[in-house]
């Protein structure tokens, strides 16, 4: 069964970096066109795509955020970390990490997220 | 950015009910359209991808139709695990943007 996990912080102070992990078993990097997505949701509000990451390092960002956003893996580790700069309180919001495949585009397996409020 | 909007934000229906929702894109995107169903405290769940195919184990009381720029997602006869709420998102390139959501609650 195919799982995918966030981790990271609960509670980030604006201005300070966000880093998440996302951990996940039964598929791996080494396999052609499997790739990794993050996606935010406030709260009471839609989705919203943040960055992508593929087997073969091509890497996606969201226009909007990528100056503040860095994407990388670790093939054997089975992770991928999220890193956003300069957060602020707008970014309080759930963090999913998701898999797609073969830059179909579409997520098939999430992770069940993590709220990460901005607050000092 | 292709935006996606999708009518209605709301609907009230019944069990056994027949729902349709639809999503439209601001320029054609083919059939790079995907569902999900969220539920209240859970992950996006995948319905639907390229615009009409079920993922494996979803129910057949669920389809999806149309191309280009407009889409619809409808469930046939309504059953009490489907309340939740609907997502659009565009699979045509990145970046990749999601409707607003359609919720669906109990009459």
């Known amino acids: 069964q195919i799982t995918l996990k966030e981790s990271g912080p609960t509670l980030v102070k604006p201005t300070q970096t966000l880093t998440l992990t996302c951990t996940f078993s039964?598929?791996?990097?080494?396999?052609?066109?499997?790739?990794v997505g993050w996606i935010r949701q406030p709260p009471g509000k839609a989705p919203e795509w943040l960055a992508l990451i593929y087997w073969d390092d091509d890497k996606r960002y969201s226009p909007s955020l990528k100056s503040r956003l860095t994407i990388t893996k670790d093939t054997s580790k089975n992770q991928v970390v999220l890193t956003m700069a300069n957060v602020d309180p707008v970014d309080t919001a759930t963090y999913y990490c998701?898999?797609?495949?073969?830059?179909?585009?579409?997520?098939?397996?999430w992770g069940p997220g993590t709220l990460v409020t901005v607050s000092s | 950015d292709i935006q996606m909007t999708q009518s209605p934000s709301s609907l009230s229906a019944s069990v056994g009910d027949r729902v349709t929702i639809t999503c439209r894109a601001s320029?054609?995107?083919?059939?790079?359209l995907t569902w999900y169903q969220q539920r209240p405290g859970k992950a996006p769940e995948l319905l639907i991808y390229?615009?009409?195919r079920n993922r494996n184990g979803v129910p057949s009381r669920f389809s999806g139709s149309g191309s280009g720029t407009d889409f619809t997602l409808t469930i046939s006869s309504l059953q009490p695990e489907d309340f939740a709420t609907y997502y659009c998102?565009?699979?045509?390139?990145?970046?990749?943007?999601f409707g607003p959501g359609t919720k669906v609650d109990i009459k």
């Open positions: 320029q054609s995107i083919s059939s790079d």
């Open positions: 039964r598929f791996s990097f080494t396999t052609t066109g499997v790739g």
């Open positions: 998102q565009h699979t045509y390139s990145t970046p990749l943007t």
């Open positions: 390229l615009a009409s």
């Open positions: 998701a898999r797609t495949f073969s830059r179909d585009f579409y997520f098939d397996y």
